[in-house]
């Protein structure tokens, strides 16, 4: 279903520019307030559930547990998480009211962007893929289009905060676009769940860094060490240099014998020594 979307969209939807002007407004007396958050798939980042569970004030794993499918683990494909629905006739959002979005602030990537959505051209053959905008919605299900100020997309993003969210999101995106996960190639289960706690359920993922022989066999400095231990955002920044070290072998983190294999021969001494 998502590939024949996908498919429509390249095809037949306009494609917007940064400069491209549109008009939109979401308020209280349109008919179709509150509509769109439901019977909606959402997609959540690691820093949108990074942020979800801190405005929350619950830990990564009661925040998944209680508001996101079960991903998952074994398979093709990379675990995604996704935001579950309420089990009422309208599938509502579980952060919907009357008023409007209570986690407003704080509220995913592909809320904030809305009625913007992106699409990219990029294929297992083609990584330059061009990526582009486009309207999700038309006025026959969307009030809020032509209505209000005039933007143009530029305008959008800087308004919605997304350059942030783009910002941190920046690194995971380079690894789920990395050429293998592009050529098909998937994740075993044992790799795939430490993507998901890295990505995801970074509690977790902190708990086994600290609590474990993590920090026997590997090179990590003083001061990182304390940020992973205080400071979430600077978690999730290790847990993606993990995945590039752990899955692409990129040199991101070290290993303790290699940093003094690397002494030794720099000191020219014989490793094996
Ligand atoms: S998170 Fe907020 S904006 Fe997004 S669908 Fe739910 S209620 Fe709507």
Same mark, same amino acid.
């Given at each position: 279903?998502?590939?024949?979307?996908?498919?429509?969209?390249?095809? *037949? $939807?306009?494609?917007l520019?940064?400069?491209?002007?549109?008009?939109?407004? !979401?308020?209280?007396?349109?008919?179709?307030?509150?509509?769109? !958050?439901? %019977?909606?798939?959402?997609?959540?980042?690691?820093?949108?559930? =990074?942020? =979800?569970?801190?405005?929350?004030?619950?830990?990564?794993? *009661?925040?998944? @547990?209680?508001?996101?499918?079960?991903?998952?683990?074994?398979?093709?494909?990379?675990?995604?998480?996704?935001?579950?629905? *309420? %089990? %009422?006739?309208?599938?509502? !959002?579980?952060?919907?009211?009357?008023?409007? !979005?209570?986690? &407003?602030?704080?509220r995913?990537?592909?809320?904030?962007?809305?009625?913007?959505?992106? +699409?990219?051209?990029?294929?297992?053959?083609?990584?330059?893929?061009?990526?582009?905008?486009?309207?999700?919605?038309?006025?026959?299900?969307?009030?809020?289009?032509?209505?209000?100020n005039?933007?143009?997309?530029?305008?959008?993003?800087?308004?919605?905060?997304?350059?942030?969210?783009?910002?941190?999101?920046?690194? &995971?995106?380079?690894?789920? =676009?990395?050429?293998?996960?592009?050529?098909?190639?998937? =994740?075993?289960?044992?790799?795939?769940?430490?993507? $998901?706690?890295?990505? &995801?359920?970074?509690?977790?993922?902190?708990?086994?860094l600290?609590?474990?022989s993590?920090?026997?066999?590997?090179?990590?400095d003083?001061?990182?060490?304390?940020?992973?231990?205080?400071d979430d955002? +600077?978690?999730l920044?290790?847990?993606?240099?993990?995945?590039?070290?752990?899955?692409?072998?990129?040199?991101?983190?070290?290993?303790?014998? %290699?940093?003094?294999? @690397?002494?030794?021969?720099?000191l020219?001494?014989?490793?094996?020594?």
């Amino acid at each position: 279903m998502f590939d024949k979307f996908k498919e429509a969209i390249l095809k *037949e $939807y306009p494609r917007l520019s940064p400069e491209s002007k549109f008009k939109f407004a !979401c308020h209280k007396g349109l008919s179709c307030f509150t509509q769109c !958050c439901g %019977d909606v798939n959402i997609f959540l980042t690691p820093y949108d559930v =990074l942020r =979800l569970k801190m405005a929350l004030n619950l830990s990564s794993g *009661e925040f998944l @547990e209680e508001y996101t499918l079960p991903p998952i683990l074994a398979g093709e494909k990379l675990p995604v998480v996704l935001l579950r629905m *309420e %089990d %009422d006739e309208r599938k509502s !959002c579980p952060f919907v009211t009357s008023d409007g !979005c209570s986690v &407003y602030e704080d509220r995913p990537w592909s809320c904030r962007m809305y009625p913007l959505g992106i +699409a990219s051209g990029k294929t297992a053959q083609r990584a330059d893929g061009e990526e582009f905008c486009f309207i999700v919605d038309d006025e026959s299900s969307c009030s809020g289009l032509n209505e209000g100020n005039e933007w143009t997309v530029a305008q959008w993003w800087k308004n919605q905060g997304i350059d942030l969210y783009d910002q941190k999101n920046e690194s &995971y995106k380079e690894i789920t =676009l990395h050429e293998r996960f592009r050529e098909g190639k998937g =994740l075993e289960p044992a790799k795939s769940h430490m993507f $998901y706690l890295a990505c &995801y359920d970074t509690d977790r993922f902190r708990g086994l860094l600290l609590e474990s022989s993590f920090l026997n066999r590997f090179e990590v400095d003083d001061e990182i060490i304390e940020k992973i231990r205080t400071d979430d955002e +600077a978690l999730l920044d290790f847990g993606f240099d993990w995945l590039r070290f752990s899955l692409f072998g990129e040199k991101t983190i070290r290993i303790k014998g %290699d940093v003094a294999d @690397e002494k030794k021969r720099e000191l020219g001494i014989d490793s094996n020594n």
